[in-house]
């Protein structure tokens, strides 16, 4: 009996989730919805993002997924910054992946939603944990975008500052990087975005804090590992 | 003339009606008056009204350049803020200065965040604050004497998400607009806010912001906010976690509702057609008695 509900839902998750030709294999876990009203997340780091150019065929996510993750459990996370959408997609990365950007399609129900976020609107990222944990180092990820721009230069880092005056992210060598704060009216699922210079990036991974300032006060200090998308593969 | 009148009164008639409910419907311009009590509140500042706050003991925190050793901090933090203490001083706001004020209760501490993308974000005494600035002002209930005035795009409260302090505890609005053909505003629609409400006031679309005009004083633990904006066609948003935003507005129904011409209008009406109907009957009677007898 056991082996059929097993059978079955693993021709089910066929059904739902076709095998589709890449590196990533759906685990099966995915969540999605579209609010009326905004559901508010409680991390700091809602996405880090690229520019590149529009993509013919929305709505598809555009990651990297570095070599280091190959057979590991990711998630891919999106955020709309008036936090009515969120969605969460679980991979398996192949055993044999070289490492690079990946361009994907997602199941969704929401293809029409999704299509039309370009730009800073939809913050995303790819962690490599499980959907059910919050942790996992960070890798960028776009939507509806071709690969990044040969002469993009940085990294758009949304941040959920928690209501603080100012955000800064400090890198590992002291450098600090002043945010900016997002238009007053829209501030729900992040409300700063700071411009991350890859130069600034140290390979494969570097840790960046990030110091929230409010009334005056420096608060808790937060830090997040964040993937290095390797210039030679970036700029193909 | 006596016959032409007579044919066409009900035309005539229908026509002044029919104009006269136009103007009454039409959408006119009306204005909020808003009144609450909060804990913080957004504004960018706008507008010629002069935004002079007279404050007689705060410390301003100007953040510190990079690299700038540390120092000694009462209010802020001294690695990152320089500070400074002020007396009898005047605090100015360049136009479009961002600013973020938020009341402490239990410390009764008063702070102003003040940020402008273009240039200076406060004037100290007249003096432009380069970059942004905060400024505390510790017992603000004695350091500030009565009400300190505002103009510009207001944001009452924020939505309670983790963090946040500057929520609204209560408040109640007013929709107000002037009847037509008069002068004075009368009340067009009122209601209350509920805890936690976020309230700005918007055009026709929710990116246009509508200029505020209010006061604030800081009295029993809370600030005690008041507003009114420019007459216009405009709404208030109400956004409230866990349900989509909600914009209130004057209708035509409030508009003719609270409207005093409309029951001037329909009297004069009610006469106007009783005369005419009068004037019908007793034209009638009189032509009656003018005919010659008639002979059998």
């Known amino acids: ?236 | 003339m006596k016959r032409l009148i007579l044919k066409y009164r009900w035309v005539v008639l229908v026509g002044f009606v029919a104009i006269l409910l136009a103007l009454l419907i039409w959408p006119r311009a009306h204005s909020f008056v808003v009144n609450t009590r909060i804990s913080g509140f957004a504004l960018v500042t706008k507008g010629q009204l002069a935004q002079e706050w007279p404050i007689s003991e705060a410390v301003l925190c100007t953040r510190k350049e990079a690299g700038a050793s540390a120092s000694e901090g009462t209010y802020c933090d001294g690695r990152r803020f320089d500070e400074e203490s002020l007396t009898q001083t005047l605090v100015g706001f360049p136009s479009g200065t961002e600013l973020q004020v938020t009341y402490d209760a239990t410390q009764d501490l008063l702070f102003l965040f003040a940020r402008n993308a273009e240039g200076a974000s406060l004037r100290i005494d007249g003096d432009a604050i380069k970059g942004s600035a905060t400024l505390i002002v510790p017992k603000p209930t004695a350091s500030i004497a009565g009400a300190l005035p505002l103009s510009g795009w207001l944001t009452i409260g924020e939505l309670p998400v983790g963090g946040e302090a500057r929520l609204l505890s209560e408040g109640k609005f007013q929709i107000r607009g002037s009847p037509v053909f008069q002068a004075n505003a009368v009340t067009l629609k009122e209601g209350t806010f509920f805890p936690g409400d976020k309230i700005s006031v918007v055009g026709k679309s929710d990116k246009e912001r509508v200029e505020a005009i209010g006061h604030f004083v800081i009295d029993d633990r809370r600030i005690e906010l008041q507003f009114l904006t420019e007459p216009a066609h405009s709404q208030m948003k109400i956004e409230r976690l866990g349900a989509a935003p909600s914009y209130i507005s004057a209708s035509w129904i409030d508009q003719l509702r609270n409207d005093p011409v409309l029951v001037l209008v329909s009297i004069i009406l009610a006469l106007i057609t009783t005369g005419l109907d009068l004037y019908q009957r007793a034209s009638e009677t009189f032509s009656t008695k003018r005919k010659p007898p008639q002979k059998d």
């Open chain 1, 1 to 236: 009996m056991r082996i059929a509900t097993a059978l079955s839902t693993t021709f089910l998750m066929q059904l739902v989730f076709p095998a589709f030709a890449g590196p990533l294999v759906p685990t099966g876990v995915a969540h999605e919805n579209l609010r009326d009203a905004a559901e508010i997340s409680g991390r700091v780091v809602a996405g880090v993002g690229f520019t590149g150019p529009p993509i013919s065929t929305p709505p598809v996510a555009t990651l990297y997924v570095p070599e280091a993750w190959a057979s590991e459990v990711i998630c891919l996370e999106a955020v709309s910054q008036d936090g009515r959408y969120q969605a969460q997609w679980e991979y398996e990365v192949e055993d044999d992946w070289a490492g690079g950007y990946v361009t994907s399609s997602v199941e969704t129900g929401y293809s029409t939603f999704l299509k039309e976020q370009t730009g800073d609107g939809l913050a995303s990222l790819v962690r490599n944990e499980s959907c059910s944990s919050a942790r996992g180092a960070i890798s960028p990820a776009t939507w509806n975008v071709e690969k990044p721009m040969a002469n993009d230069q940085t990294l758009n880092v949304q941040l959920n500052s928690f209501r603080s005056d100012e955000v800064i992210l400090i890198l590992p060598d002291g450098d600090e990087i002043e945010c900016t704060p997002v238009e007053e009216s829209y501030r729900i699922a992040f409300d700063f975005i700071c411009a991350l210079p890859l130069a600034s990036l140290k390979s494969p991974v570097t840790a960046i804090e990030v110091l929230r300032i409010k009334s005056g006060r420096v608060q808790p200090v937060d830090t997040f590992d964040l993937i290095a998308p390797e210039p030679q593969q970036a700029r193909p």
